[in-house]
């Protein structure tokens, strides 16, 4: 029996046996941290204003550190044939879901409250619920189709869901830069910079899967790090503005 080629899913493979184990635990943790860390002031923030739209903020980056585990999780067990193509297909999922949710919160937060009536109204509403059911439908299907987990084409599935993934955070950032135009915050600029380079990592990723290039890889780790750092440092700024703000008030 021919040996399952394991490049076609994980990409830590890809590098040294001696780094790879190490460069997987250590971009694992910056980046679950940097996610959940994200994910707490954005719960802080719909906590305090109230607003529903914030709340596909939190839950976004808390499915985006869960799909970090899965990731890692996918490497560790690299030679299970059932858990290593079961982790990676749950880290599909779980990554494409958090871009949909995120989308989600820039969607309702730039959408009219008028009334919605015609044609393109009706399909301007049925955009969000697309973007969130897709990636529960599609790998469930693909699953369901196929009881067993086929290499070849969980790999070949793989690379839809991250032309997926950069549809979804080009909205974002498109979203991102109207919306801080219109507010005038030339400083907050961080942000959709920050979704630039988590489409970038997704970018690296489609090229991982046609070269299998360490190069690649390493640059969509980089760009993955780079923007989730950017986005905790604009989060970290705009909390710490608000504390200013709140302690002049009370002075």
């Known amino acids: 029996?021919?040996?399952?080629?394991?490049?076609?899913?994980?990409?830590y493979v890809l590098l040294?046996?001696?780094?790879?184990?190490v460069a997987s635990i250590a971009l694992t943790a910056a980046s679950m941290a940097m996610a959940?860390?994200?994910?707490?002031?954005?719960?802080?923030?719909?906590?305090?204003?109230?607003?529903?739209?914030?709340?596909?903020?939190?839950?976004?980056?808390?499915?985006?550190?869960?799909s970090f585990a899965f990731e890692f999780a996918s490497f560790a067990y690299t030679g299970y044939p059932v858990l290593h193509?079961?982790?990676?297909?749950?880290?599909?999922?779980?990554?494409?879901?958090?871009?949909?949710?995120?989308?989600?919160?820039?969607?309702y937060k730039d959408s009219s409250a008028g009334p919605r009536l015609g044609a393109r109204d009706v399909?301007?509403?049925?955009?969000?619920?697309?973007?969130v059911a897709v990636p529960f439908i599609l790998p469930t299907?693909?699953?369901?189709?196929?009881?067993?987990?086929?290499?070849?084409?969980?790999?070949?599935?793989?690379?839809y869901m991250r032309i997926f993934n950069m549809a979804v955070l080009g909205?974002?950032?498109?979203?991102?830069?109207?919306?801080?135009?219109?507010?005038?915050?030339?400083?907050?600029?961080y942000v959709p910079a920050a979704f630039a380079l988590l489409w970038l990592e997704q970018y690296s990723l489609v090229m991982t899967y046609f070269d299998n290039s360490a190069f690649a890889f390493a640059g969509s780790m980089a760009a993955r790090v780079g923007g989730l750092a950017l986005f905790a440092y604009a989060v970290h700024a705009v909390t710490k503005r608000r504390v200013e703000i709140e302690a002049g008030k009370a002075a």
Not at 16 to 21: K, L, R
């Open 1 to 11: 029996m021919a040996a399952l080629d394991p490049n076609v899913f994980n990409p």
């Open 141 to 159: 299907s693909e699953i369901a189709g196929k009881p067993y987990f086929n290499y070849a084409q969980l790999a070949d599935f793989s690379l």
């Open 85 to 107: 193509p079961a982790f990676f297909w749950v880290q599909l999922a779980l990554q494409s879901e958090a871009f949909a949710l995120i989308a989600l919160s820039y969607y």
């Open 16 to 21: 040294d046996p001696a780094v790879a184990p």
């Open 123 to 131: 399909v301007m509403l049925l955009i969000p619920f697309a973007m």
């Open 36 to 66: 959940v860390l994200i994910s707490r002031s954005f719960f802080k923030s719909y906590s305090f204003s109230g607003f529903g739209y914030l709340l596909g903020l939190p839950a976004g980056f808390v499915f985006l550190a869960a």
């Open 171 to 189: 909205f974002i950032f498109k979203n991102a830069i109207f919306s801080l135009a219109r507010a005038g915050s030339i400083r907050m600029l």
